[in-house]
């Protein structure tokens, strides 16, 4: 993932906003409210047999924060939301009211991540019980069995949980060793 210029706060939280009211508008929202959403990343990573959970994210706004700019890149590197998020980085958008209402970044980013987890399943929340039950139907892109996984393991990396391979420090590396080349090789 590249790594956009640093944004403020607010910005952040606005871009993400606006993206997911995109987003809805064109699919819908699965989430009612910050707890479904929260259930729905955590079915994802469940299904897949990812370790973690995002609930933090409600907890730490500071890295609450770090994760919707991780989102954002991730928003501005895929095909289908490029167009949403590359002109919110370009420009980052401010907040031109008097009164500004505070909203929890936790709650924007679990909303953000299930409005991007819809462009590319389709997400069903069924509210039976308090707990309510979630379902992924693979029928917005091409159904590979590694369709949830890839999905999966690109939420740990925006939610900074590991999954897959991140990016190397180039201070880590060996003189004439590539990012790719296995340790101790030149």
């Known amino acids: 993932m590249t790594m956009s210029p640093p944004m403020a706060r607010r910005s952040v939280v606005l871009a993400l906003q606006e993206i997911t009211e995109d987003l809805a508008a064109q699919h819908g929202l699965a989430a009612e409210n910050d707890d ?6 955590e079915a994802l990573l469940t299904h897949a047999d990812a370790p973690g959970s995002a609930a933090w994210l ?11 700019r991780r989102l954002l890149d991730a928003l501005a590197e895929d095909p289908g939301t490029r167009s949403l998020a590359e002109p919110l ?3 980052p958008p401010v907040d031109d009211q ?5 909203v929890s970044a936790g709650v924007v980013v679990l909303v953000a991540l299930v409005a991007f987890l819809q462009t590319k399943v389709s997400v069903k929340m069924e509210r039976k019980t308090s707990k309510g ?22 939420y740990q990396r925006i939610l900074g949980q590991g999954g897959g391979t991140t ?7 060996g003189p004439g060793q590539g990012p ?5 090789t030149v």
């Open 89 to 91: 980085l370009a420009e």
């Open 58 to 68: 409600l907890d730490d706004e500071g890295l609450a924060l770090d994760t919707g």
């Open 36 to 41: 479904e959403a929260l259930q729905i990343v």
């Open 98 to 102: 008097l009164a500004v209402v505070e």
């Open 180 to 184: 790719t080349d296995p340790p101790g």
């Open 167 to 173: 990016p190397t420090d180039p201070g880590a590396l």
């Open 133 to 154: 039950k979630v379902s992924f139907e693979l029928t917005k892109e091409a159904t590979k069995g590694s369709t949830l996984m890839q999905l999966a393991d690109l």
